[in-house]
């Protein structure tokens, strides 16, 4: 139902940005949520604003004029703040999307948050860090479909308007090769963080909570600054995750862990041995004695690629896993008959 999306208000720095960004935005916005406040804040006599005046009837959007009374800093910032903290008292939405590369927004963010309301921001590549990181999300209208400008403080032509909006939008050059190395490790980087943090004990990690987590702690991540639709398609993009669907409650979600490469017959021998040689009666080795048997015999985790032990035994398909309470994991050879999943926990 329409009515059961959050509410929210989408307040616009006029003099911040083009009008291009306005109908990319309220897509991106309303496949979440309600805009029941549309408001843009700039002086809007002013020649650099003049097409935002042929935009705001075709999306909805109330323009609140700010004249210029001083040179320097333009009133539509202290507006569009005075209005967000009225809107919050009224205590009738759910957040606030704020459209703005401007770093004065910082502290609204903040105490918009503190009131246990989302904010959503919009805005420039070039958008201040405490900025980006004070919204709970950080969108780039780049990935939106929105040009970039070529030159942010460049002067006005003689009509007022910014150069860089009378002439075709600059094609961004291709980033070199070095550059393009450092990209895709940094990625990498994030993604083992985020897949260690939230992995399960098997080594295999939850792709949404993978996401959710990223969200969490970097306000602007967004698959497509990678060229990527949406985050599974840049988890096979980066080509460092296996990726899979299990079995999730009573359906099914997809699953990922780092790509491995082949465990060592050697180790694989170890791993065996390990478990025989901790054997109870009823066959069950539990994991506990596993990992001291190993380091006795001059074995690593890192000789097996895997990031834990219980994922090292999962890979070799050699043996059956239970979960006892108390107990921790155990586990014991596959017998030809044994099925898989028979003693397997539940989270697993």
């Known amino acids: 139902m329409k009515h059961d999306l959050p509410n929210f208000a989408l307040l616009i720095d006029a003099d911040n940005d083009t009008p291009d960004i306005i109908a990319p935005i309220i897509e991106e916005i309303t496949r979440d949520a309600r805009l029941s406040v549309r408001r843009v804040y700039g002086d809007f006599t002013s020649p650099n604003l003049a097409k935002w005046r042929e935009i705001l009837a075709g999306h909805g959007i109330q323009p609140v004029q700010q004249y210029r009374n001083s040179t320097g800093k333009n009133a539509s910032d202290s507006a569009l703040i005075i209005d967000a903290m009225d809107l919050l008292h ?8 704020l459209v703005s590369s401007d770093g004065d927004f910082t502290r609204l963010a903040t105490r918009i948050r503190e009131d246990g309301l989302s904010v959503f921001g919009f805005g420039r590549k070039h958008a201040p860090k405490a900025f980006v990181s004070a919204c709970e999300r950080y969108t780039y209208v780049e990935n939106l479909g929105v040009a970039p400008i070529a030159n942010e403080k460049e002067q ?3 009509s007022g308007i910014p150069s860089s909006l009378l002439e075709a939008p600059e094609v961004p050059k291709a980033k070199s090769g070095d550059a393009a190395i450092n990209e895709k490790n940094k990625l990498r980087n994030l993604l083992l963080r985020a897949y260690t943090n939230v992995a399960n004990e098997d080594g295999w990690a939850l792709i949404s909570r993978i996401a959710l987590y990223l969200r969490a702690n970097h306000s602007d991540f967004d698959p497509r600054s990678y060229g990527a639709s949406n985050f599974i398609k840049m988890l096979e993009q980066s080509q460092n995750f296996d990726i899979k669907q299990r079995k999730q409650g009573n359906g099914t979600a ?13 180790y694989i021998s170890a791993l065996r041995a390990a478990v025989i040689s901790g054997q109870k009666s009823d066959g ?9 048997y190993l380091k006795e015999h001059g ?8 990031t834990s032990l219980t994922e090292a035994l999962h890979s070799t398909g050699l043996f059956e896993m239970r979960w006892l309470e108390g107990s921790g994991n155990e586990f ?6 044994s099925n898989p999943s028979a003693h397997r926990g539940s989270g697993h």
Not at 90 to 97: A, E, K, W, Y
Not at 332 to 337: A, D, E, F, I, K
């Open 90 to 97: 009224g205590r009738r939405l759910d957040g606030f999307c």
């Open 156 to 158: 006005s032509s003689p």
């Open 254 to 266: 997809h699953f990922c862990r780092p790509t491995q490469k082949p465990i060592s017959e050697t």
């Open 284 to 292: 069950w080795t539990n994991q506990a004695s596993i990992g001291p």
């Open 299 to 306: 074995r690593n985790l890192e000789e097996s690629g895997c």
């Open 332 to 337: 014991r050879l596959r017998t030809p008959t």
